[in-house]
Each structure stands twice: as structure tokens, then as C-alpha cells.
């Protein structure tokens, strides 16, 4: 059996936490804000016609209040911002609880990257079916198709990071695997298209009926 080879793609990673964002800053800017903090000071209280190296002594001696009001400032800062962290993401997922596009985007989104992600696959018959979901027509404003599209981002997730880690031996199964899961998916989206588009159909006869039974085809005849 001929391996085959090795392709891994990125699996989706959580949000970076806001309160390391903020202890980030504070290391990314400790420099720059040592340097000027302590230069101002310095130039600041030295004694006119001091020399350069009473000009060090001062700087030296004003770095060890700087370093520790730094640290304490910035542990204060991420602290702060990991205690309230939790509230802020009760506040955004209200938001967009009220946001009727969320869930649509959202879905739309997770088959993006799900589909570029099980490109990295490889396995022709795979790359037909992810074609085939591709171009099939997703109602995300439908709550089956979001729910399918949640599914179809599971199963590429699970694939890639098994595809990624597996023996030479054993990565065919999985390739057999994924193929096999994305084409049970790519059944059932073309079952829900086609009731889509039966829901759709219904509809058109609907309205035609009621404008033909509230107008009628005399109602616009010419006097």
C-alpha cells in the first residue's frame, strides 16, 4: 500500500483570553516605557551641571522604583482584567444573542473554514465531496442548516487533527473515515435543500394563488 502523505491542517483555536492580551502589553512596552519614564525623571530632578556619570547614579537609583511600580501596576492590570473578563463575555454573548444575523454568520463562517480546511486532505474522492458541499445552496438562516454546518465543522476539525498525528499505516483510514463522514453530511444537505427548496416551491404556489384569488384577471382588463 502506498503511504500517503502527510498533510495537516490548523485546528480551530480559542480566543486569546483578554487578560493576556493585557499582561502582553505590559511586557511588549516595558522597555520603551523604562527608557522614557526614567530618562524624564532623571534629566528632571538631576542638579544643574551634572555630570554623566551623576547622571547614571540617578537613573540607576530611579530603575528599582520604576521596575516595581511596572510590575505592580501591570499585576494589577491583568488581575483586574481576568476578574472581569467573565462579565465582559456575558455582555457579548447577550449581544449577540439580540443579533438575528449571529447564527447566520456564524454558520456561514464555520463552512468556510471547514471546507479550507479539509482541502488539506487528501484523497480524491474526498476533495469530490467537499466540492459537492460546497456548491450545494446553505440556507444559513435555517437552524438545520446551522445545525449540519456545526457538524461538518466537528467532523473536519476531528479529521485533520487525527490526519496530522497519524502512522503512515493508519492514515488512510483515516482519509476513508472523513470521506465517508463528509459524504453522510453532504446526504443530508442535499435532503435539506431539496425540502428547502419544496417549502420554497409551496410558497411560490401560495402567493400566486392568493393574487389570483384577490385580483383576478378581469380586475386589470381595459375599460
Known amino acids: ?10 485546528a ?18 516595558v522597555v520603551p516605557a523604562y527608557l522614557v519614564t526614567v530618562a524624564v525623571v532623571t534629566l528632571f530632578n538631576a542638579p544643574a551641571g551634572a555630570s554623566a556619570g551623576d547622571l547614571l547614579r540617578l537613573a540607576i537609583g530611579y530603575s528599582g522604583w520604576f521596575l516595581a511600580g511596572y510590575a505592580a501596576l501591570a499585576l494589577a492590570g491583568t488581575i483586574g482584567m481576568a476578574a ?5 463575555a ?15 454568520a456564524e454558520s456561514r463562517l ?4 471547514a471546507l479550507a480546511a479539509a482541502r488539506s ?3 480524491g474522492e474526498l476533495l469530490r465531496v467537499i466540492d459537492s458541499i460546497g456548491t450545494q445552496r446553505w440556507d444559513h ?8 454546518s456545526e457538524d461538518l465543522y466537528q ?30 453530511i453532504d446526504d443530508a444537505l442535499g435532503e435539506l435543500v431539496a425540502d428547502r427548496s419544496r417549502l420554497d416551491h409551496g410558497d411560490a404556489r401560495a402567493v400566486a394563488r392568493y393574487v389570483e384569488n384577490r385580483y383576478g384577471s378581469s380586475d386589470f382588463a381595459g375599460s
Open 1 to 10: 500500500m502506498s503511504s500517503l502523505p502527510v498533510h495537516s491542517a490548523p
Open 12 to 29: 480551530a483555536k480559542p480566543p486569546i483570553r483578554a487578560w493576556r492580551i493585557v499582561g502582553g502589553a505590559f511586557l511588549h512596552f
Open 84 to 88: 472581569i473578563e467573565p462579565a465582559l
Open 90 to 104: 456575558i455582555g457579548r454573548h447577550r449581544r449577540r444573542a439580540r443579533d438575528p444575523g449571529f447564527a447566520s
Open 110 to 113: 464555520r463552512v468556510t473554514r
Open 121 to 123: 486532505l487528501p484523497g
Open 141 to 148: 438562516d435555517d437552524s438545520r442548516f446551522q445545525t449540519l
Open 155 to 184: 467532523v473536519v476539525r476531528a479529521m485533520t487533527a487525527a490526519n496530522a498525528t497519524a502512522s503512515t499505516k493508519s492514515r488512510s483510514d483515516i482519509i476513508d473515515l472523513a470521506t465517508g463522514s463528509l459524504r453522510r
